[in-house]
């Protein structure tokens, strides 16, 4: 009972790492996209357990809230937009897949043989640092020769929680690629505004609702009042 | 405790896995899946070698590589949109225009 205990994270590790795999693999493997997509859930979500795992807990959490809770909703309702009805006979793959599988099974085996333990940088026994709050100060040392030089030193404070480390890293050591990134976030949801919007064209004029053609007749008439 | 390499193996079997969906699938939303898995074995490796080198750099690039998912898959999503209106499929086969 007490090796159970002890190996306990192993065990863990090695269940939620066989449903990782086994669902990755259902991804590519399942004919409907809607299957694809549930399945590609269950992965995010044994993924943001191997996260929590390492003591990661807030990427975990951001794991579940973006990928299983926007990305995933994202895909499933673009599924259902489109509603793509696969027959039955109808080819799952594209022209590639005997090169496809050729290069799955060479990255594969490279990827697996290819870690050895030992030949990475030490494991840092301390993990006080995933929970902490760096602070940075500049100390002026006065050489034998009498010049000064100054040399900055990071100073860890435990801060409590791994979220709050977390923040503090993004918020200060971090804060250009932070505004970078909401920067890009604003620039990707212009494009897909842009990119997904419908354009009436001359051909689809005749189908369109009646509707939208009208609005389409107010935008005009507006467009002219406001430039006469 | 499960070892840095078995997490190095797992995030390279779902790379692999996520890399065949890429090249064999026709369907061009399982693509973008397939590329969603990639993105995500890599955040394994950046959170597994956080904790390995107790520093909090591989878990705020994790979270900057989590905001370019969002972005890519709300932008790929808006093309296969448009796609299926010109095309009536999202079959990455029928999309060869540009192919000289």
Redesign the interface.
Known sequence: MDSLTANM??LV??II?AI??AS??L??A?RN?VH??LF?LL??LC?AV??V????E??GA??IL??AG??MV??LF??M??N?RHLPDE???????K???A??LG??I???T????GV??D??A?????GSN?RHITRRIHNADGTVTTKHIARYKWSGG?SE??GT??YT??LV?FEI?SL??L???I???V??K?ELSAIEEETAPAYMLERVATEKEVKEAMSA | ?????????????????????V?????M??V???I??ML?AV??NF??????????EG??F???V??????????G??????L??LKS??N??EARELNG
């Open positions: 994270p192993l590790f090695a790492g990782a795999f990755s693999i991804v590519v399942m996209p694809s997509a590609l992965t995010f993924v191997l996260f795992m390492r003591g990661a807030f990427v951001v794991q973006v990928y926007g990305i994202l895909f673009v599924v937009l489109i793509v080819r799952v793959l594209s022209n590639f897949w090169g496809g599988f290069v799955f990255l594969f490279l990827f697996t290819m870690v050895r333990p990475y940088h494991e840092i301390n993990k006080r640092r995933l760096a791994n480390a977390v890293a993004l050591d971090y690629p990134a890009f976030l620039v990707a949801m494009g897909a505004i990119i997904g419908r | 405790m499960p070892s840095t390499e078995a997490y190095l193996m797992l995030s390279g079997a779902l790379f692999s896995v996520g890399l065949l969906g090249i064999i699938r026709r369907n939303i399982t973008l899946m397939s969603e898995l995500n955040n394994i959170v597994a070698f956080s904790h390995r080198l107790a520093g909090l878990q705020v994790t979270i900057f989590i905001t370019v998912a969002a972005g890519e898959a709300a932008v999503l808006a093309i296969i949109i448009q299926y209106r499929t999202v990455v086969d």
